[in-house]
C-alpha cells in the first residue's frame, strides 16, 4: 500500500489530498447540520433531580426541561424501580418551548411512593414521557443517596434495640455469649486498667488543679509586681519632673546672671570702644596738625630753593652777558687789526 503511494505522480497525491478534505468538511458539515435539526425539530427533555431542605423537610425537586424550538407535551411523570415504572403525575403538561416544568415531593412520601416497606434501596430512576411515548430516564442519585444513609441509620439503630432486649431477657446469640465470657475473664485486667486510669486521671486533675492555682499566684504576683513598677515609675517620674524643675530654674538664674554680665562686659566695652575713639580723634588730630605743619614747612622751604635757583639763573646770565660782550669786543678789535694789516 504504502509502495502504491510512494510510486503515485505528484498530481494524484493533490487530487487524492483534495478529495479527502473535502469528504471531510462534508462530514463535519453534515453533523453540524444534524446537531442543529435536532435542536430545533427534536422533541427530547432534559430532567435533573436536586435534593433540598425546605421548612424542616427534606425535599426531592423533579424539573423538566425542553431544550428544543417547538413545544412538547409531557404525557407522564414518575420513577422507574427495579424495571418498574411507577408514575407520579399522568397529566398532559404542555411545556413550552426553551421552559421547564417542576415538580415537588417530600423525600418521605417518595420512599413511602417507591420502595414501600422495603429496608433496601436499589437502583432508583426518574422518568418522562412525551406524547409520542418516548421516554427520557436520569438516575436519581440525591434521592437514593438520602435514602441509602437514612435506611442505613434505621438499621443500625434497630439492631441496636434488639440488642438491648436480648441483653434484658437473657436471650443471648451465640457471639455475645462468648464476648461476654471473654469479658468476665478479661474483667480483673479491665478493672486494674481502670483503676489505673481513674488514678492517673485523678492525678492529672489535681496536677491541672495545682497547675491552675499556681498559675493564679503567678497571676497575683506579676500584678503586684506590676503594680509596683507602676507606683515606682510613678515616684521616679516624680523625682524626674522635680529634678528638670530645679534644673531649669537653676538654668534660669544663670541665664539671668550671664545676661546681667553680658550687659556689664558690653558696657564696659562700650566705654573702653568711646575712650579709645576719643584717643584716635586726638591722634587724628595731632597727625593732621603735623601734616599741616610739615606741609607749611615743605612750602617754606621750596619757596627758599625757588629763590636761590632764580638767583643763580639771575648770576648766570650776567655772567654770560658779561662773556659775549667781552668776545664781541674781542672780536671788533681782531678784525680791526686784520684791516690795518692789509
Not at 411512593?113 to 409520542?132: M, Q, T
Amino acid at each position: 500500500m504504502w509502495d502504491f503511494i510512494r510510486d503515485l505522480e505528484l498530481e494524484y497525491l493533490i487530487l487524492f489530498s483534495i478529495v479527502g478534505l473535502t469528504l471531510f468538511l462534508v462530514i463535519v458539515n453534515v453533523i453540524k447540520t444534524q446537531r442543529a435539526l435536532n435542536l430545533i425539530g427534536k422533541r427530547a427533555f432534559v430532567l435533573t433531580e436536586d435534593l433540598l431542605f425546605r421548612d424542616g423537610v427534606d425535599v426531592v425537586d423533579i424539573m423538566i426541561a425542553n431544550t428544543s424550538y417547538v413545544n412538547v407535551e409531557a404525557g407522564a411523570l414518575g420513577f422507574r424501580y427495579k424495571k418498574v415504572l411507577l408514575p407520579l403525575k399522568e397529566e398532559s403538561i404542555m411545556i413550552i418551548a426553551r421552559d421547564s416544568h417542576k415538580i415537588s415531593i417530600p423525600l418521605d412520601d417518595l420512599r413511602t411512593f417507591v420502595l414501600g416497606s422495603s429496608k433496601r434501596v436499589k437502583r432508583v430512576e426518574i422518568y418522562a414521557e412525551d406524547s409520542l411515548g418516548r421516554r427520557t430516564f436520569r438516575k436519581a442519585k440525591n434521592s437514593m443517596r438520602e435514602l441509602k444513609k437514612i435506611m442505613k441509620s434505621e438499621r443500625k439503630a434497630a439492631r441496636l434495640e434488639a440488642r438491648n432486649v436480648r441483653f434484658e431477657t437473657g436471650n443471648y446469640r451465640f457471639f455475645e455469649r462468648v464476648g461476654l465470657v471473654i469479658k468476665w475473664m478479661f474483667s480483673p485486667i479491665y478493672k486494674a486498667f481502670r483503676g489505673i486510669k481513674n488514678f492517673m486521671n485523678r492525678k492529672l486533675k489535681d496536677r491541672e488543679s495545682k497547675l491552675e492555682i499556681k498559675n493564679l499566684e503567678r497571676a497575683h504576683q506579676k500584678e503586684m509586681r506590676d503594680l509596683m513598677d507602676q507606683e515606682r515609675h510613678e515616684f521616679l517620674k516624680v523625682e524626674t519632673e522635680k529634678r528638670i524643675l530645679e534644673e531649669r530654674q537653676h538654668a534660669e538664674v544663670e541665664a539671668r546672671q550671664n545676661a546681667i554680665d553680658r550687659r556689664e562686659q558690653l558696657a564696659k566695652i562700650a566705654e573702653a570702644q568711646r575712650i579709645a575713639d576719643e584717643e584716635k580723634g586726638a591722634l587724628e588730630a595731632e597727625s593732621v596738625a603735623y601734616e599741616q605743619e610739615m606741609e607749611r614747612q615743605k612750602r617754606e622751604s621750596m619757596n627758599s630753593l625757588e629763590q636761590e635757583t632764580e638767583k643763580k639763573e639771575d648770576e648766570e646770565e650776567e655772567k654770560s652777558t658779561d662773556e659775549n660782550e667781552e668776545n664781541v669786543v674781542d672780536k671788533e678789535e681782531s678784525e680791526e687789526s686784520n684791516t690795518d694789516k692789509k
